[in-house]
DNA sequence: GCCGTTTTCGGCCCGACTGTTTTCAGTCG
């Protein structure tokens, strides 16, 4: 069965190999929006295919990006197992160049060119040739880009995946309060995907006003963490940097304070929702820029001495546009430019943490550490939610240990004031779907998470069935990390997400956002179609220890980036809304 | 390749920086 993400990557090889086959730009352009698009969708398109073959291209034809072409493709791709066009381009371009394309610095036209003149076909053999001469013959490669090359094939060696957020915007957050104590700084604030929240980083983008910016550039070029500046210019550079296990690119963007917003803008993109509001302002007459909306169509307005319409703060900018202020983490042109926005959770709307650990299993709190640490974030109720007997490996609790430890946490809910302390556990979904405790057990806990912990290879249909059968049980509150991915090490299972979310509309049983980074669990776009469905959501920081409960704002930022609002999400309701929700279940 | 309140042709976002050049191509985001 091919998955969308297999269909979107057979679409992106195509456009790879026109690029090698210098075809036109704009074909290009066109099969590297299919690729993405269908990465973006929710539904299966195999799925889609299968149950309506006859009006499968009609469907697919009304999705933005995909044409009449790339629908009658898709269909054969799905129906065949494979695509005559893909087939013939892959006969015509060797699989290792996709590999030397992929080498920051290395385009279409080097890799080509090395390809052709000297058959270099793998990175491999560019590795081997990179000191011969006949290398140095080629156009335009002198002694410095072979030997940014060289250093270009080592950093992509080191930082072989993309960062988690979790890593990532710790490193982000750090640099940027240095920054900003460069004196002369205005405003410095990171933004690229950071700022949209997604989940892994490719690079940390600043941005930055201030009088003094060879100050800044100064600073940002010579920290001790950089080990190769790529660009140093008027107003952006560019370094590499080894930080806290992380190995990152980093860009700096200095700009007059006057243009911030659009700076702003342009900075944080996406690329692809820049260039949708870049054409609206042309239908308007206008061009959009990093240097803020100017009337007209002229080129480079800003060196013309054109005042901008709008340039000092995103608001204006979307304004003037006609239309509303996009929260970052939506701007991914998924249709966010379309209908009202809604307002979106934040931090602070979270009152409740319902998925926690403690010594018990594997935990580093005590249950009053626990309490403590939740009465810290202001939060009203707090689950304590230990891991059940099969998960030997954190000291799962049988169901002995389990009752001993329902009475210590009632004994602390009596003994701690302003915090409801709940009896809860973290029930492994065996891999046939049963539960880990029987049900009247289950029936003496306050909250039950049902989570999937081992058999996470499982195959697609299996996994259904196993999810499903937790969720329609009637004692189960909360699905726990759905899938059991792990960012960057482990894909977790696959199941048929939609059934999911409709057995868990029709059982009321709520779907976990697991804040912690490695997780993310619901990922962003099950968790945005899961919201279409009309799903309860849980936001949950599973905390082992103390610093972990503040990875809430990574589900946060995951639940903004899905359109998730305070009123679908069980943590953020008063107490007692709450707490009878958790008693309807039982 | 895709798209359409200039709709089936003729457009398609916009700018910064480097290195190799003698005025700009290639790459990136």
Known sequence: MMTNNDIAEIFKQIASALELLEANRFRINGYQRV?????????????????????????LTAI????????????????????????????????????????PGIGPKAATLMWKDLGIISVAELKEKLDSPELARLPRMGAKTIENIKKAIAFQEKAADRVPLGIARPIALRLQEELRQVPGVKRLEYA???????????????????????????????????????ARGDTKSSVRLETGGAVLQADLRIVPEEVYGAALMYFTGSKEHNVRLREIAI?????????????????????RGDRPIAAADEAAIYAALGLPLIAPELREDRGELEGEPARLIELADIRAELHAHTIASDGKMTIDELAACALRHGYHTLAVTDHSKSSVIANGLDEERLLAHIEAVREANARIDDL??????????????RLDYDDEILARLDVVVASPHASLGQDPKTATERLLRAIRHPLVHILGHPTGRIINRREGLSPDM???FAAAVEHDTALEVN??????????????????????????????????????????????????????????????????WLKSKR
């Not at 007459?285 to 100017?294: D, I, K, T």
């Open 35 to 59: 690729s993405r698009v269908l990465k973006d969708l929710t539904e299966d398109i195999a799925g889609l295919v299968a149950e309506h073959p006859g009006s499968a291209v009609k469907q």
């Open 64 to 103: 933005d990006g995909i044409g009449k072409g790339s629908a009658e493709k898709i269909v054969e791709l799905v129906a065949n197992g494979k695509m005559a066009e893909h087939q013939e381009l892959m006969a015509q371009v060797p699989a290792g160049l996709f590999d030397i394309l992929a080498i």
């Open 192 to 230: 690229g995907s950071l700022r949209r929240g997604r989940e892994t980083i490719g690079d940390l983008d600043f941005l930055a006003a201030c009088d003094d910016p060879e100050a800044v550039r100064e600073r940002f070029t010579s920290h001790p963490d950089v080990t190769q500046v790529l």
């Open 283 to 303: 239908k308007q007459n206008r061009r959009l820029n990093e240097y803020g909306l100017f009337d007209g169509t002229d080129e480079r307005p800003q060196d």
């Open 420 to 433: 409801e302390i709940l009896a809860g556990a973290e029930v492994d979904i065996l891999p046939d779907g």
């Open 498 to 500: 939609n059934a999911l």
């Open 515 to 580: 804040a912690n980074w490695r997780r993310l669990d619901l990922r962003d776009s099950h968790l945005r179609h899961a919201l279409e469905a009309g799903c309860r959501i849980a936001i949950d920081t599973d905390t082992h220890r103390e610093e972990q409960m503040d990875f809430l704002i990574y589900g946060i930022l995951t639940a903004r980036r899905a359109g998730l609002t305070a009123a679908s999400c069980i943590n953020t309701w008063p107490a007692e809304e709450l707490h009878a």
